[in-house]
């Protein structure tokens, strides 16, 4: 199936994201993450922050490989997880946006583009969004079609 615009991906990264913060910022931070066990709602917010940190870091110094990549420090309450987590999705959205999805970039995958990043990372989104949903009990319809960023 050909791929979405390039554009696409970072609208869906966007909103996803903005989605998963959403919910989040309203639950509990204790509640149980469903289809992840042993994951608290705070754990999965941190978890895409980080994801998003690093690869946010990958897009901007273009590493050979990521052994150079320091660890963020968690934040020790709900709020400081939330604005941790608004710095990384905008700094993804904005590094992506910046470099062209042809560009070489360090992947764990075949693929060594951005686009790679951003086809993973919109997908990433998504699915944790889902998670989100499931651990507040909010669960929206998820996008279909290629409209709706199936690849």
């Not at 963020?72 to 939330?82: I, S, V």
């Not at 998670?131 to 929206?140: M, R």
């Amino acid at each position: 199936m050909p791929r979405l615009d390039p554009s696409t991906y970072l609208q869906h990264i966007s909103s996803e994201s903005q989605r998963f913060r959403d919910v989040l910022a309203d639950c509990d931070p204790r509640a149980d993450v469903p289809s992840c066990p042993d994951w608290r709602a705070d754990d999965l917010l941190w978890h895409l922050g980080e994801v998003q940190h690093f690869w946010t870091w990958v897009v901007t110094n273009r590493p050979k490989d990521p052994e150079a990549y320091d660890d963020p420090e968690r934040p020790g309450d709900h709020a400081g997880l939330l604005a941790f987590y608004d710095r990384q999705y905008a700094g993804l959205v904005d590094a992506l946006g910046k470099a062209e999805p042809t560009d070489e970039a360090w992947t764990w995958s075949q693929d060594h583009t951005v686009g790679f990043i951003a086809r993973r990372q919109a997908h990433e989104a998504l699915i944790h969004r889902r998670d989100a949903e499931l651990t507040a009990g909010t669960v929206t319809s998820l996008p279909v079609g290629r409209e709706g960023g199936g690849e």
